[in-house]
C-alpha cells in the first residue's frame, strides 16, 4: 500500500483536523469554566429552551442540507470527528466516572475546572453541542432525500439526537422535590436537595398513614468487647423462624418458637400481639460446653427495650429484618380542586396532574413505627420527547437485530 | 418448594446437557438436528412452567428474592441464546447460554438461602428481570468478541490469513452493542419508575454509558476506512471497560455515592 501523507488542513480534513478540532473545543470549554470562576452553564428554562432546541435542529439540519457538497461540512458532518467527539465524551465521561460528584464548598484547581460537576461544566455543553450538530448533519443526508434502507440509521441516529438534546436542554425544567409528611397531617412545602428553604407546590398531599413490612429478624452474635458481630459457620444470614439453627465456635443455637408480633407478658412470657404493637420475640435454646438453657430474646422497639441473651461474654442478639416494602396512603389535592386517593410505594409511582409522586423514605430510626413518610414530587415535562428517542433507538435496534446477518455477509 | 425446584432445574439442565450433546454430534448426523433443537429449548420450557407454577402457588410474582431472579434469567437466557443463533448464524452461541443458565441454576441449588435471601424494594420491579437478562446475554456476546479478537491478533502476529476470524468478532461485537443499548434504556425506563429520573450519572450508569461509548466508537470506525486487523485490538481491549463496570466500579472513589454499590452474592 502507498502512503501518500496528507498535510495539515489539506482538503478531506480527516482525523488529525478533527483531533485537533475537538481538542481545542474542549480547552475553551474549560477556559470558560474556569473565566465563569467554576460555576457551570445555566440552562434557559421553558419556553426558551424548547425555541433555542428547535432554532438548532433547523440550523443544523439546514445547514447540512445546504452546504452538502462543500468540504467543511462534509468534514463537519463526518465520522473522524465523530469519533474524536465520541471520545471527548467518554474521557469527559470518564472523570466523573472516577471522582465523586458532588458539591464541594472548598476553592481548588478541580472545582474551578469542575470536575467535581463535570456533567453540568462548560466543556461537556461544549462537546455535546458540537456532537449534535455533527450528527444533526449526518442525518440531515440520510432524511433527504428519505429511502427506506435509511431508516434504521435514521431511527438510531434521530433517536439518540432526541433523547440526549432533551434530556440535556430539559434538565432545566426537571423539579424535584421532597415532601415531608406526618400521619394525619397535610403539606405543600417541598425541599430541593441544594436549598434548605422549602418551596410551596401546587398539590397538596394529605398522609392518612404509613405502613412498612419487613423480611425476618436476623440472629446474630456480637462481642461486646471488641464491638464486633461474630461470623456464624455458615456465613450466611440466619433469618429467624421455628427451627433455625446456628451456631459458632462452640455455640449452638436453636429457635424453639417464633413470634413475629408480640409484647412481653406479666409473666415475662410473651404473648402474641396486633401488628401495629407487637414486635419479634424468639424462644432460643443455647448449648454451650458448658451448660445449655433458654431464653426469650427479642429485637426492641423505640418503646421497648431489646432483649439479648448473656453468654459467656458474648450477647446473642436478634435484628429487625430490613425493609421488604413500605407504602404511603395518601390523598392529594391541587389548587384546582382536583383530587385523588392513592397507595404510594417504592416502584408504584402515581401520576397526578402532570406530576409524578414517588414513595422515597420514612423515619429509618423509628423503621416500622415510623410517623413520617418522605414523598418525592417530580414535574419533568420534557420527558416524553426523551422517551420518544428511547422508543426510537430500541426500534432501531429490534431492526438491527431482526435484519441479522443475512445482507451483511459480505463485510469486505 | 426448594424440592420441587430442584427437580425442575435438574431436569432442565439434563436437557440442555443431552441437547448440546446431540447437536455437536449432529455436525455429523445431520438427522440429529431436529431432536437436539427440541430439547434444549424443552429446557428453558421447564424452567418458565416452573416460574409459572411457583407463581401461581406463592400468589405473587417471584421477583422478591436473588433465588427468585435466577429462575427467570435461567428461562430467559437460553431463549435469547437460540432467537440470536436463529437470526444471525453465529454457532456456538446457544452452548454459552445455556451453561450460563446452568450455572445460575446450579447457585441455587447449591444455596437454597438464597430464595431467603430478598431484595431490597427498589429491585423488585419487571424491569429488573429484563435488565439483567439482557445485559448478561451482551455480556457473553462481547466476552466472545474480545476473545475472537485476541486470537486475530494472535494468528496477525504469527502472519496468518484469517478474515473469517475478523468478521466474527465484528458481528459479535455489533450484536453485542443492540444488547449493551437495550440494557441501557431498560436501566433508564426502570430508574424512572424506582428512583424518580432516568439518568442522574451515578457511577454504575457513567460506567455503563462509557462502555456503550466504546463500542459505539468501534461501530464508526468500522465503517470508516480504518484497517479492520488494528481494530481487532480495539476490541480486544474494550472489554476491560466492561469489566471496570461490571467488578471496578465499587473500588472507585466515585462509588461512594452510587445507589448500584448493593452488595450481592
Ligand atoms: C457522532 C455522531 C455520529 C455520526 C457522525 C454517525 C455517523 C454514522 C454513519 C455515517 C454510519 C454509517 C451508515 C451507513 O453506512 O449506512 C453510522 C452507522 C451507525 N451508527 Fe452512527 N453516527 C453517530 C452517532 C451514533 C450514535 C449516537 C448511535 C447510537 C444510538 C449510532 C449508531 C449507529 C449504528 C448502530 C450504526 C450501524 C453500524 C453498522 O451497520 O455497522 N451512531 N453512523
Redesign the pocket.
Known sequence: MVVVRRRWFQAPWEFRESALFTAVSVIAGFIIQVAASGRGIAMPHLPFNAIALSVLAVLVLSTGLAFKNTHAVKWF???PL?LC??LAIALLSLIGGIIPQQPVAKESLPVLLGLNQIFSSWPFAVTVLL?LA??GI?LSWKLIPFKPQNLQ?IL??A??WIALSCAVVGSSDLQRFVVPINVGKANNLGYTMESETPQHLPLSIYLHDFSLEEYPPQLLLYDPHNDKLMMNKAQAILEVRTGTTASWQGIEVLVLDYLPYALPGKDGVPQSADRKTGIPFAKVRIITPSTQREAWISTGSPMLKPDAAQLDGFYLIMMPGTPKSFRSAVTIQDEQGHETNANLEVNHPVSFMGWKLYQMGYDEKAGRWSKLSLIEVIHDPWLPAVYLGFFM?MAGNIL?FWNGIKRREVVK | MIMNFNTAAELAIVCWAIGSLLSLLANRTPALKLPAFLLSIAGALVMAGFIAFYWSALDRPPLRTLGETRLWYAALIPLVGFLVEYRWKIGGLKYYCMALATFLLSINMLHPEVFDKTLMPALQSPWFIPHVVVYLVGYVLLAASSVTALHNVYLQLRKQENSTGESVSHFLA?LG?VFL?FGLIFGALWAKEAWGHYWTWDPKETWAFLSWLAY?GY??A??YKIDKSKLQWYLALAFVVLLVCWFGVNYLPSAQNSVHTYTQS
Do not use: A, D, Q, V
Open positions: 458532518g463526518g465520522i465523530g467527539l465520541i456532537f455533527n450528527l449526518s440509521f438510531f441516529h433517536g439518540f433507538i438491527f | 455489533l452493542f443499548s459505539l461501530l464508526h468500522f465503517r
